[in-house]
């Protein structure tokens, strides 16, 4: 995510990790697998990604997740 951030930093200002111990969040975001990945803009999910992931496949679904937005606000 580092990585992905300072390649492309006006599509992920800023990320945080949030403990399997935080029970509020983990209820509020329905999340049962560890680790999850979630990419939000309010309270939007815009993407999520549940379980080990390779780096590859994060960065594929990021990359997938930014151009489906671009490609909307062209519309």
Do not use: C, W
Not at 60 to 69: A, G, H, K, V
């Amino acid at each position: 995510l580092l990585e992905f951030q300072t390649n492309h930093p006006e599509q992920l200002s800023s990320f945080y990790v949030i403990e399997a111990e935080d029970k509020d969040k983990v209820k509020q975001y329905d999340i049962e697998t560890f680790p999850t990945m979630l990419i939000l803009s309010g309270e939007h999910i815009h993407l999520r990604l549940e379980g080990p992931q390779r780096k590859d496949n994060i960065i594929s679904n990021l990359t997938n997740m930014i151009n489906t937005q671009k490609n909307q606000l062209e519309l």
